[in-house]
Nanobody, 126 residues
Framework: QLQLVESGGGLVQPGGSLRLSCVVSRFTLNYYAIGWFRQAPGKEREGVSCISNSGGSTNYSDSVKGRFTISRDNVKNTVYLQMNSLKPEDTGVYYC???????????????????WGQGTQVTVSS
């Protein structure tokens, strides 16, 4: 079974930056597309971004487009989410998740992903 561990969350002021990491273990990352999701208190889990297994294709939600960048290093079995110009509404628990094979237009749906990490808290506040 794939294991995913997120790190890099924390408290940051509006306008600041954070870089989240998702380390995948037990199996090679090459066969999996990876998505980042977030969940704020009282809200549903929201798809933020995803990257294809090769890294050649990425998607972003409209709320983060232009501010967040997803990337992957298959040698290190790690996927990153660089978050810039953070806003208070970016606050939430951020999760990475793995999907076997290719992802299509439904990349933002949690049901598309099999394996999940435990999450890392991101708080944007002054």
């Amino acid at each position: 079974q794939l294991q995913l561990v997120e790190s890099g969350g924390g408290l940051v002021q509006p306008g600041g930056s954070l870089r989240l990491s998702c380390v995948v273990s037990r199996f090679t990352l090459n066969y999996y597309a990876i998505g980042w999701f977030r969940q704020a208190p009282g809200k549903e889990r929201e798809g933020v971004s995803c990257i294809s297994n090769s890294g050649g294709s990425t998607n972003y939600s409209d709320s983060v487009k232009g501010r967040f960048t997803i990337s992957r290093d298959n040698v290190k079995n790690t996927v990153y989410l660089q978050m810039n110009s953070l806003k208070p509404e970016d606050t939430g628990v951020y999760y990475c998740a793995a999907h076997w094979g290719r992802l299509g237009s439904s990349w933002y749906r949690p049901s598309e992903y099999i394996y999940w990490g435990q999450g890392t808290q991101v708080t944007v506040s002054s």
